[in-house]
């Protein structure tokens, strides 16, 4: 036991024996989009339209949009998409939309900071761009 002690420190001393590499430095995902994280009120751009959302623990969603309010119910999808379904007019069955919007999931660390999300809307709205950023 002592000769191999013996032998492994003269190879050490002798550089024949190397460190173990480094291993490479994590690399830094984005946060995926969390339930608990969306929860709160928004100011969004819809295209062009400021307005704002509010988005509730349990659900429930509310849109303040230029001269209506909208309600209804949001969600996140597998595919890290904010789901909404929404009406000005909820008694009225055939008034209700749903709109999938697609948030980037690259954002930068200020971005994430600022809680601020861009993305297109893929259903319901195709080819308006969205922008949200979190109220404090």
Request: aromatic share 10%; hydrophobic share 40%.
């Amino acid at each position: 036991m002592a000769r191999l002690f013996a032998v492994l420190l003269g190879l050490a001393l002798s550089g024949a024996v190397a460190a173990a590499p480094m291993p490479f430095p994590k690399a830094s995902k984005p946060r995926p989009l969390t339930r608990d994280g969306m929860v709160g009120t928004w100011t969004v751009h819809w295209g062009a339209i400021p307005t704002t959302f509010v988005l509730s623990p349990n659900g429930d969603y509310v849109c303040h949009w230029p001269g209506v309010k909208y309600i209804g119910s949001w969600g996140l999808d597998r595919d890290g998409r904010l789901w909404i379904t929404e009406s000005n007019r909820p008694d009225t069955a055939t008034s209700w939309q749903s709109y999938a919007i697609r948030l980037n999931p690259d954002l930068t660390a200020a971005q994430r900071r600022l809680h601020s999300f861009t993305g297109p809307v893929e259903v319901g709205a195709a080819g308006v761009s969205v922008r949200l950023q979190k109220q404090r």
